[in-house]
């Protein structure tokens, strides 16, 4: 008898997500290949997080190679320092031309100008990483270290008279660990590199807006392209396809889950991994399973929703109650009287502090859950005490008929 081979979980969540498990945004990943082979062709690229960015950023990065094109990835998220900004980039960029530049390694530590050292990762790979006293000093005396190694990957693609795109993942934090002066030093970089082409990306839209705004030194210098949700359409047929391409009959069943976790792709395909897991034992997928994948997802993250919830004023808890029934109204006498939320003022403040703590994100003048598992956590566990019960599926954003297991505040609201 042949041995049946299990199959594998046909979504990936974690990391950069590539090859068969990543999807679409073939507009966004022109745009951006473009960018990356221009000459003072900078582009801008930002939206919400678990969109899908720094996939797609990996994903180009991966077509470019294989094209023979030069490019270097930076993932900037992490840095607690000016100084660790160079180290990121002195990695990335020993990765991505040392294969392709033997010299790299020597050229980068002989033109950084700073004390540098050289460190080798699991894979023996060395590279050159600013030396750990830089980042004992002023931040005024570090700032300079990424410019002098963006300055050294310009000065060696020049010399080999070939052009390097250069991507910098979530770039904001050159503002965070060095402000307007570092602001206006990248400027400079992105106007004299001849060599070099700049694709920034990033996650917090408030920042990037200002950091982009009129009277800024980025102001109009960059292309900008808006990374924002996926066409549910397409998500909902890829996800159908990747099930069923698995063994599992699942036709519709893409739509539902696209619905219940969108519109942030790793949301959508956090559900997925639920659904295919859940249908695995008898190979269909119905609406059903994907209430119960979704429940497991907002089970496995329980403990750290009931723990940021506790740290909240019962104003914001209140705030995220009603945000969790509708989607409009949050300020009307209704609503405020409904769930306990006082003035038209404090709610509109509680409202403002949740976005900033990033529980809530603001579209226009309304404001919805940043993300669904911790709406569904709030409709499971925190309406029932205002006398609420509805599943944790349901979207504020779509009229509800009540049912008779539902309580729900006055139809005015």
């Known amino acids: ?12 969540i974690g ?19 473009r960018a990356l082979g221009e000459p003072l062709g900078h582009l801008l690229v930002y939206g919400p997080r678990r969109m899908g960015k720094t996939s797609t950023l990996h994903v180009v990065r991966e077509d470019l190679a294989r094209r023979g094109r030069l490019v270097v990835m ?3 998220s992490t840095a607690s320092a000016p100084a660790d900004l160079a180290s990121r980039l ?19 530590v002989r033109r950084v100008g700073v ?9 023996g790979l060395i590279f050159p990483a600013i030396d750990v006293g830089l980042r004992a000093a002023p931040p005024e005396e570090q700032r300079g270290a990424l410019g002098a190694a963006l300055d050294a990957v ?13 991507i910098l993942d979530e770039f904001q934090e050159i503002h965070r660990l060095g402000g307007e002066r570092a602001e206006a030093e990248l400027r400079g970089l992105l106007q004299r590199h001849r060599h070099v082409s700049y694709v920034l990306a990033g996650s917090d839209e408030t920042l990037i807006r200002a950091m982009t705004g009129a009277q800024r030194p980025l102001y109009k210098l960059l292309e900008p392209l808006y990374f924002g ?33 969108g519109p942030r792709t790793r949301d959508v395909i956090q559900v997925a991994r639920g659904v295919f897991e859940a249908a695995r034992p008898t190979g269909v997928a119905t609406p059903a399973t994907v209430e119960e994948a979704f429940l497991e997802v907002v089970a496995g993250e329980s403990e750290p929703h009931r723990a940021r919830w506790e740290l909240l004023s019962p104003f914001q808890q209140n705030v995220l109650r009603a945000l969790a029934v509708r989607a409009t109204g949050l300020t009307t006498a209704a609503v405020r009287r409904a769930f306990a939320l006082g003035p038209q003022g404090t709610a509109t403040k509680a409202a403002q502090a949740l976005v900033r703590q990033g529980f809530l994100a603001k ?32 979207d504020p954003s779509v009229p509800r008929q009540p049912s008779a297991d539902s309580r729900q505040p006055s139809a005015t609201m």
């Open 363 to 394: 579209d226009g003048t309304a404001y919805r859950y940043d993300s669904p598992f911790l709406r569904g956590w709030v409709i499971l566990h925190a309406l029932p005490d205002v006398g609420i019960v509805l599943p944790a599926s349901h």
């Open 15 to 33: 990391g950069a997500v590539t090859g068969a498990f990543f999807t679409d945004r073939a507009d966004e990943r022109k745009r951006i290949a």
């Open 154 to 166: 310009e000065s060696l693609a020049a010399h080999r008279r070939a052009h390097v795109g250069i």
């Open 74 to 76: 930076a993932d900037l």
């Open 229 to 261: 949700a996926m066409d549910p359409a397409h998500l909902a047929r890829w996800i159908d396809a990747r099930l069923e391409g698995a063994g599992v009959k699942a036709r519709g069943v893409g739509a539902r889950v696209a619905a219940v976790a």
């Open 115 to 123: 004390r540098v050292g050289l460190v080798a990762d699991p894979s």
């Open 90 to 108: 002195l990695q990335a960029a020993t990765e991505g031309l040392g294969r392709r530049w033997p010299e790299t390694l020597q050229w980068l």
């Open 1 to 12: 008898m042949t041995k049946r081979t299990p199959i594998g979980n046909p979504f990936l």
